[in-house]
């Protein structure tokens, strides 16, 4: 089945310590991101990768790091994670820009 | 920062009726332009897509672009109950490295039975 899988899914954590988002996709697709949404503001790009070893920013990456090492895995990573990164993460992929296919997306709660 | 505004809604119409939904855009170099449905709890889904100038229609859904306007919109016709979502509307714009994607806040819908 084609699919995007996030893990966790959900994640309580504290202010400082790091952690890392998984983003795995079995499309073979280039093209991969990842979102935030939060109520008012809508979804919001934090990272792209047009393909492996490529990534840009997106609109809101302060705070994140992302590495596209292989074609189906994009992680996020959050090295000193605070309250205001407190939000529901999605993951998309596609193989041309646009036509996306989002993972289930990932709540963090960041105390 | 390029923009993408939806009236945030929610708009109300009644089953059988033809929801109208709208976005605008500010980056007149945007090409392509798309619609993602998203139900509550759930993630985005797409469901239409269009790069040219006129109307698109799948089933119920037809999609308008006017470009000289930067405008672009959704007609649901025929509106069901299970049409209720947040309809997101995306455009791409160009960036230093390549194309980025920006989404619009969202219009909800409330089809009324």
């Known amino acids: 089945e084609a699919q995007v899988t996030q893990n966790p899914r959900y994640l309580i954590t504290v202010t400082g310590k790091k952690l890392t988002v998984t983003c795995s996709q079995n499309m073979n697709h280039e093209y991969m991101s990842w979102y935030r949404q939060d109520p008012g503001l809508g979804l919001r790009q934090i990272y792209y990768?047009?393909?492996?070893?490529?990534?840009d920013k997106g609109d809101v990456p302060e705070g994140y790091k992302v590495s596209r090492k292989e074609k189906r895995n994009f992680p996020l990573i959050l090295e000193s994670p605070s309250p205001n990164q407190t939000s529901l993460y999605f993951c998309?992929?596609?193989?041309?820009?646009?036509?996306?296919?989002f993972g289930p997306g990932t709540r963090l709660l960041v105390l | 920062q390029k923009e993408v505004e939806q009236n945030s809604g929610p708009l109300s119409v009644p089953e059988g009726a033809i929801a109208s939904l709208n976005c605008t855009y500010s980056?007149?170099?945007?090409?392509?332009f798309f619609w993602y449905r998203q139900y509550s709890g759930k993630s985005p889904e797409l469901i239409m897509f269009i790069y040219s100038n006129g109307d698109k229609e799948d089933g119920r859904f037809t999609a308008q672009l006017n470009k000289a306007s930067q405008y672009v919109s959704l007609l649901i016709r025929d509106s069901q109950p299970s049409d209720s979502a947040t309809y997101l509307c995306?455009?791409?714009?160009?960036?230093?490295?390549?194309?980025?994607?920006?989404f619009g806040k969202g219009t909800s819908l409330l089809v009324t039975p």
């Open positions: 998309a992929s596609s193989k041309t820009l646009g036509v996306q296919y």
């Open positions: 995306a455009v791409t714009s160009n960036s230093n490295s390549g194309y980025a994607l920006n």
């Open positions: 990768s047009m393909n492996v070893e490529v990534t």
């Open positions: 980056d007149r170099g945007s090409q392509s």
